[in-house]
């Protein structure tokens, strides 16, 4: 009889988890409700022409939405991506696969990664831990895009979520010096993203200076990554209690790092397009969803998943129009308005709106 690896196994487990549990932030939130998007009642749009495409690493999408990593390594995660990734084609959307990782030790698994031929013209992204990246050459972190012929490969920092297993990666030294590598010698564009715990204008600076031109900011205020490790190992449960809500709102992330001219992707408890709209006026370039398009699929296949994209967008284009924007690269900043708990981040972090975009205050 065979044993399926332990990698296997938490990957199906936290299809599971994410699908049924209650792994969300308990009491912190996106901060998105301290965004007011201002109102233009003369309006000179017709809604059914409102653009929301936009450029994405190259590739015109049709909206500006990106299905982010979630899963891979097991049969089950394999139907859903080529599925997903199937339906991001026809949508004009991009599509993220889970961690590659498991690849490394399981190369069988690959399949359950490989969408192209279902997707041939979606914008792919790969997906691979900086603890692994840092240990791989560069030819051998490309072969991870090569073997599913990823666009872009996305390079997750996690350490939060590591930190809590019992059997993690605890060791991130030399992790900025992997990533200038990878950005210098990699034929495909590098994403950063993070896995819920969003970013600082500091770690963001860092991140440019190496030459780093896309992040996503994966912010705390939807699933708690922290969260599902906590509820799949209780070795060290006090650990995931304490840290359950750790991390940077998405929108005071975009806020963090909006002033240093990288390309955003929101990400983290994205769940309406309202959200989204509000997060493309505080300067990101497009948003990214995961968790409710998981289970969506879980409880619609993927008709629930269309049905989930398509009201997404809709709300998006009434928003558009609503700020009498006629298309996406019109909702800038000033078309928002900041409060609450965000405008008190932004003032002690130094940040200010301004004009079109944020900027330190010397």
């Known amino acids: 009889m065979t044993t399926t690896p332990e990698i296997v196994n938490r990957k199906r487990s936290h299809f599971d988890l ?6 969300e932030f308990r009491h912190k939130t996106t901060l998105f409700e301290d965004v007011e998007l201002v109102h233009q009642p003369l309006t000179e749009t ?3 022409e409102i653009d929301l495409s936009v450029t994405v690493l190259g590739r015109r999408l049709s909206y500006p939405v990106v299905i982010t990593g979630m899963t891979g390594g097991t049969p089950e995660a394999g139907r859903f991506n080529r599925e997903v990734a199937a339906l991001a084609c026809r949508l004009g959307i991009g599509f993220g696969v889970g961690s590659q990782r498991v ?3 399981h190369p ?8 192209r031929d279902v997707a ?8 691979i831990g900086i603890a692994q990246a840092r240990e791989m050459s560069t030819r051998e972190v490309q072969q991870l895009a090569d073997d599913i012929q990823a666009d872009a490969l996305c390079v997750h920092l996690n350490t939060a979520m590591e930190i809590i297993q019992e059997q993690g990666d605890h060791d991130f030294r030399g992790s900025l010096a992997a990533i200038r590598r990878l950005v210098d010698e990699l034929p495909v564009e590098i994403i950063v993203k993070e896995t819920g715990c969003g970013f600082a204008r500091e770690t963001g600076a860092r991140l440019a200076e190496a030459g780093v031109r896309w992040i996503d900011v994966s912010g705390a205020g939807g699933t708690s990554w922290v969260g599902v490790e906590t509820l799949r190992n209780n070795a060290l449960r006090h650990l995931g209690e304490a840290f359950w809500d750790w991390g940077i709102p998405t929108a005071a992330s975009v806020c963090e790092l909006r002033s240093l001219g990288l390309n955003l992707i929101a990400s983290g408890g994205m769940r309406t397009g309202m959200q989204a709209a509000k997060a493309l006026a505080l300067g990101a370039r497009a948003v990214g969803v995961a968790l409710p398009v998981l289970r969506a699929y879980v409880e619609g296949g993927v008709e629930g998943v269309e049905i989930f994209i398509r009201a997404l967008c809709s709300e998006l284009r009434a928003a558009l ?9 019109d909702l800038t900043p000033d078309r928002a308005v900041i409060g609450g708990r965000l405008l008190e981040w932004v003032k002690q972090r130094g940040l200010i709106v301004e004009s079109h975009k944020l900027q330190v205050v010397r």
Do not use: I
Request: hydrophobic share 50%; net charge negative.
């Open 18 to 23: 994410c699908a049924h549990q209650d792994v």
């Open 103 to 105: 690849m490394l030790a």
């Open 120 to 127: 041939p013209e979606v914008l792919l992204l790969g997906n």
């Open 108 to 115: 069988e698994v690959r399949e359950t990664f490989q969408v």
């Open 46 to 48: 017709l809604l059914d």
């Open 321 to 329: 129009m609503l700020c009498g924007c006629a298309r996406v690269e």
